[in-house]
């Protein structure tokens, strides 16, 4: 039986590949707390998630982002900006969160800023963060869900190597609510599964 990977918090890393550089959040940075505000405030964004906590201004913004860091040195969490390899030009971010490491598992998530959309940014960014989780982090599923009707989201996992898995009933908060719930698509892709081609 192969040994259980040891629980303690993986390294702060960036990461490289199809034309992209992901690298951690900076809650000290300015530009970085006005990118992660301008992200979760976007109409586009707000459609499809509803944050547990919701983002307003550059405090909560800020506040957000702290939070995230705090995940990433627990171990439980790593988000990433995603940036244009050549520019370092903020595309957006993905995140791999919910690290079970005892269950080798971990949820995925992104969103692109508008200016980036329709270039291929979420499917390169997924492909990265995706073999980087199951490989060095040693996972052996990665589970992505998003809201019953959102298809270029469906696109995109399936992409990656995504492969659909069923609508889980009421998972997800409906937009702008706490208080109501809607459908979601299971996706996932497990460490087994054949490495889906580069864009």
């Known amino acids: 039986m192969a040994p259980i990977r040891d629980q303690s918090p993986a390294p702060l890393t960036e990461l490289h590949g199809h034309g992209l550089r992901l690298r951690p959040w900076d809650a000290a940075s300015g530009s970085d707390v006005e990118?992660?505000?301008?992200?979760?405030?976007?109409?586009?964004?707000?459609?499809?998630?509803?944050?547990?906590?919701?983002?307003t201004d550059r405090r909560s913004a800020q506040e957000s982002l702290l939070a995230r860091a705090q995940s990433a040195t627990?171990?439980?969490?790593?988000?990433?900006?995603?940036?244009?390899?050549?520019?370092?030009?903020?595309?957006?971010?993905i995140g791999v969160n919910?690290?079970?490491?005892?269950l080798k598992v971990a949820r995925v998530g992104y969103w692109v800023l508008p200016e980036a959309r329709g270039r291929g940014v979420a499917t390169r960014a997924l492909l990265l963060a995706a073999h980087?989780?199951?490989?060095?982090?040693?996972?052996?599923?990665?589970?992505?869900?998003?809201?019953?009707?959102?298809?270029?989201?469906?696109?995109?996992?399936?992409?990656?190597?995504?492969?659909?898995?069923?609508t889980l009933r009421g998972a997800i908060f409906?937009?702008?609510?706490?208080?109501?719930?809607?459908?979601?698509?299971l996706h996932a892709r497990l460490a087994t599964d054949p490495e889906p081609a580069g864009p």
Request: with cysteine.
């Open 132 to 166: 980087w989780a199951l490989t060095e982090l040693g996972l052996h599923r990665l589970e992505l869900d998003h809201a019953l009707g959102h298809d270029a989201s469906c696109r995109i996992a399936e992409r990656c190597g995504f492969a659909y898995e069923g």
């Open 74 to 93: 627990e171990g439980t969490s790593m988000s990433f900006r995603i940036a244009d390899a050549a520019g370092d030009t903020a595309l957006g971010h």
């Open 35 to 55: 990118t992660w505000l301008r992200g979760l405030r976007d109409p586009e964004f707000q459609r499809w998630n509803t944050p547990l906590r919701l983002v």
């Open 174 to 185: 409906q937009e702008g609510r706490h208080d109501a719930f809607r459908d979601a698509h």
């Open 98 to 102: 919910e690290i079970k490491y005892h």
